[in-house]
């Protein structure tokens, strides 16, 4: 049953057990808007409802909008609420369904429906408002509506306003109310406007299907999908890391690499798509990723026989795009960043072309939540488990498994300082936007987190790790060199918070890291190499001052040999400096053994070039490792 929450007679009477009076609102369904159920109609709907919902005002509107511009029919705010509680997102369950919704009537006058049409269209954010104040010279205002309609927007209406305005006579207050095509255009346009117009006010509604309380994760769901993709994924291996010999901890590595398309996404992603079997086949899946989840996806829709379109930022390595067209997928790209790809994808969900999937589903939650049962299946005596936070769905599926099957175990979460969007959303008490920065773990990089993991997560994880940059790349090529596994920046999170020494409590303890991919191109695992080199002092690049005679590099490349370093690179500079004419200044980069050794070589420099000036990353030593 729907009804409109403005007068949700039924859903009291269902939690009062008997019909009960309600205060009389005014609501665009004003034919469901009644003080108190029926007696006869409660006590049949008691025992036979499966479910009672409701839905804002404004989402009825979207409905009548919706059935008036595809289906092209006329309906009244009643009629609507059925169509209205699945645009707003109030039945998740039904997904792939065949699903009746009951259009009752049709019975509004004309001038309701032009205020509902406006109401509709400005939740939709194709209607949005604007101000600015302009110079008041010629040309200003035109230059305004230029750049609006150039941006393929349409000026419903344009006016000025001199007389009441708190500023400087030179300026005049424009107020503008703009047609979009979709929120995605309104938010493009919203950012072009703001760069030119700094000081303006957009004002746009932007109302979200997400009035359901957030769904929590439950182990029956992990339990249940454990069932539904075995045979149909890998299970991981445990081992024990070899780098737990030279520090303090007990360090176990759950190698989600090794799956088939390098990540665990894998397990989320066919465990959706096989819960989603309804119409999938014919409508397919569509889902915004930066790499992992889209080919997952790739693979496992190629293996069920369902249509695969995936959306990915422009600046995605052209490696992953190209393996997911390989495997069988529509490959998109668009926009900057993650929140510019599920805008896309929402976009052509919206128009009901293709079913939308992303970490926060709860299937995909269900089917990451995998990943913890064989970690305490493989190592019951397990401590601890860290895991890589990107929009938290690893996180809170791993958190309910291993605090199911072992509530002592402790869970923490891994994130980059770059982006600490879990970090700030416990703080907030709630998911909030954060900056993304370019770094090392992209695989992290999302704006936010997920609802759904957040409200798994909160007030049940045991410590959020902040981990730098420089230790990521650190631990890449620690698991290069001494696991001879290959795993991205995301992946090697974990293991980089052991390192950076944030968990001193888990010495002596026996530390599960997941590494939850291995998805890296070749080009970059060669840039986040070279920065590892030099975060660790094994890269060391410096400037010295070298006489300009045929003795001076030699004598530079003696000593750099005798102290065993390789040299890397040595450009001289003799144009740009402010030295004497009978001076070179040498700009060279080594390779030491360790850090150890890159001090001994630069106290050997120092005394044969006092003036010598070193460019080493220095790490604080209360983040060095415990080395035995």
């Known amino acids: 049953g729907v009804e409109c929450s403005a007068a949700p007679t039924m859903t009291k009477a269902l939690q009062e057990k008997k019909p009960v009076m309600i205060p009389q609102n005014p609501t665009i369904a004003d034919s469901l808007c009644s003080i108190i159920a029926s007696n006869n109609a409660f006590n049949i709907i008691r025992g ?45 369950e039904l997904r792939g369904k065949n699903v009746v919704c009951i259009v009752s009537g049709g019975n509004i006058n004309s001038s309701r429906i032009s205020r509902v049409i406006d109401r509709g269209m400005a939740a939709e954010g194709r209607l949005v408002k604007f101000s600015v104040a302009l110079l008041d010279v010629p040309g200003a205002m035109a230059r305004l509506l230029t750049k609006v309609t150039d941006n393929g927007a349409d000026v419903k209406s344009f006016v000025p306003e001199r007389a009441w305005m708190r500023r400087d006579i030179f300026t005049v207050s424009v107020n503008m109310l703009i047609e979009t095509s979709d929120m995605h255009h309104a938010k493009d346009l919203e950012k072009k406007l703001l760069k030119d117009y700094p000081n303006a006010h957009f004002i746009m509604n932007d109302f979200r299907a997400s009035e359901e309380p957030p769904h929590v994760l439950s182990f029956n769901e992990i339990k249940k999908a454990a069932d539904r993709i075995e045979g149909g994924i890998i299970h991981t291996p445990l081992c024990e890391a070899k780098i737990s010999k030279y520090m303090d901890y007990n360090i176990y590595l759950k190698c989600e690499n090794l799956q088939y398309t390098g990540s665990c ?4 992603i066919r465990n959706a798509l096989l819960a989603y079997s309804g119409d999938l086949g014919e409508r397919g899946v569509i889902v915004p990723s930066l790499g992992n989840m889209a080919l997952g996806t790739a693979y496992h829709g190629g293996t069920l026989g369902i249509p695969v379109t995936v959306v990915m930022p422009e600046r995605t390595p052209p490696a992953h795009a190209q393996r997911c067209s390989e495997l069988g997928a529509d490959v998109v790209l668009c926009g900057d960043n993650l929140d510019d790809a599920i805008a896309y994808a929402k976009k052509v969900h919206q128009e009901g072309h293709q079913t939308i999937l992303d970490a926060d589903d709860p299937h995909v939650m269900a089917g990451l939540g995998t990943v913890g049962v064989e970690i305490i299946t493989q190592l019951p005596e397990a401590d601890a488990v860290i895991v890589p936070v990107a929009g938290g769905a690893l996180l809170a599926s791993v958190l309910v498994a291993c605090k199911k099957l072992k509530c002592s175990c402790l869970v923490y979460g891994a994130e980059c300082s770059k982006v600490p969007k879990m970090m700030k959303a416990l703080q907030a008490g709630r998911p909030v936007p954060v900056t993304v920065v370019p770094n ?18 909160k007030n049940r994880l045991d410590r959020m790790l902040v981990v730098d940059e420089l230790y990521i790349s650190r631990a890449l090529i620690s698991m290069l060199e001494r696991e001879r596994l290959v795993a991205d920046g995301a992946g090697v999170c974990a293991v980089a918070a052991v390192m950076q ?25 060669a840039r986040t190499i070279q920065r590892g080199l030099g975060s660790s002092g094994r890269l060391m690049r410096f400037a010295v001052p070298v006489p300009d005679h045929r003795g001076g590099l030699e004598q530079l490349a003696k000593t750099i040999n005798d102290e065993s370093a390789v040299l890397k690179s040595l450009v001289t500079e003799q144009m740009w400096v402010h030295s004497d004419v009978g001076t070179t200044w040498a700009n060279v980069v080594v390779e030491t053994a360790n850090e150890e050794h890159a001090c001994n070589f630069k106290d050997r420099l120092r005394d044969l070039y006092p003036t010598a000036r070193f460019a080493a990353v220095d790490i604080d030593d209360k983040h060095k490792l415990s080395v035995r």
């Open 265 to 268: 996404a894998e397990r989320g």
């Open 501 to 525: 020494g944030l968990v001193p409590e888990l010495r002596g303890k026996r530390a599960v890291c997941v590494v939850s991919g291995g998805n890296i191109d070749c080009g970059r695992l």
């Open 48 to 92: 036979y409802l499966d479910r009672m919902i409701t839905v804002d005002e404004v989402w009825i509107s979207r409905a009548m909008i919706n059935i008036l511009e595809r289906e092209k029919m006329v309906v009244e705010g009643a009629a609507a609420c059925p169509v209205a509680a699945i645009i707003a997102g109030k039945v998740p």
């Open 440 to 457: 090392l773990a992209d695989g992290l990089n999302t704006s936010s987190v997920g609802p759904n993991a957040f409200a798994t997560i």
